[in-house]
């Protein structure tokens, strides 16, 4: 199964910059598009489905500060403030306005990467969690229908049973997000409140439980599938549906 690679928008006047971020997400496998101005910017992310901006402060014409404002005040969109180092104001007045993070100058790629990721992470949660209200809170795959309202799992033979948190968290992650793979780290983010180790293996426990409850066996899965040595990808065909 194939998904569409998310869009990221670099708004940044510094030709050398820009082009330094372009290059790098888009060899991520991000598809990237950009800008040196913030001319309708608002109107770009609704028109162009933009799930991040990384937005710096200091922008001929508007500044950074009045656009994530605007943005904030018309969408969900992931807004990264780029600052310089002494613009502490800027920063605390960026994330109030609704900014979601913010990255200094001269940043470290790997750590821009990274910070990207987990905010993209958490903005599709966030639409994923809003689609599934607006089509009545239901998820269907092959079958099976998880009601996240009531934590029930409902199967094709009628039975019913109500998913303990982690397992509900666990499937309800894997299935918003099928036919991508998911790593550990992620699930594990995922599914715990709490600080966890690298060692803690309660994702994998919790696999093997939904597994046995979804009839998915485990030495030849069909729907929660083994991606050996990244983590775990849902393979079922999910629909949204009424509860």
Avoid at 46 to 55: A, K, Y
Avoid at 91 to 106: C, N, W
Avoid at 122 to 140: E, F, I, K
Avoid at 216 to 221: E, F, K, T, W
Wanted: charged share 25%.
């Amino acid at each position: 199964m194939t998904t569409t690679p998310q869009h990221i928008m670099i708004v940044e006047d510094d030709v050398a910059s820009r082009t330094l971020l372009v290059s790098y997400f888009r060899k991520e496998g991000y598809r990237v598009s950009e800008s040196g101005r913030a001319d309708e910017l608002v109107r770009k992310v609704e028109r162009d489905n933009i799930d991040l901006i990384l937005l710096d402060i200091n922008l001929p014409g508007k500044d950074g500060l009045t656009l994530t404002r605007e943005l904030r005040a018309a969408s969900r969109v992931g807004i990264i403030l780029v600052t310089s180092k002494d613009d502490d104001i800027d920063r605390i007045v960026g994330l109030e306005l609704g900014a979601d993070d913010y990255v200094t100058k001269p940043f470290n790629p790997r750590e821009l990467l990274v910070r990207a990721k987990n905010l993209l992470w958490r903005v599709a949660d966030s639409r994923n969690a809003g689609q599934a209200t607006l089509n009545g809170g239901t998820w269907c795959f092959n079958g099976w229908t998880l009601d996240p309202h009531k934590r029930h799992l409902l199967g094709p033979a009628g039975q019913c049973e109500r998913l303990p948190q982690g397992e509900y968290k666990l499937l309800h992650t894997l299935v918003t997000r099928a036919g991508q793979v998911l790593s550990r780290d992620q699930l594990m983010d995922a599914i715990h409140d709490r600080e966890w180790t690298p060692n803690d293996r309660s994702v994998d426990v919790l696999v093997g439980r939904l597994r046995r409850k979804l009839g998915d066996n485990p030495s030849a899965p069909e729907l929660i599938l083994t991606a050996h040595g990244a983590g775990y990808v849902f393979a079922g065909k999910v629909t949204t549906g009424h509860g």
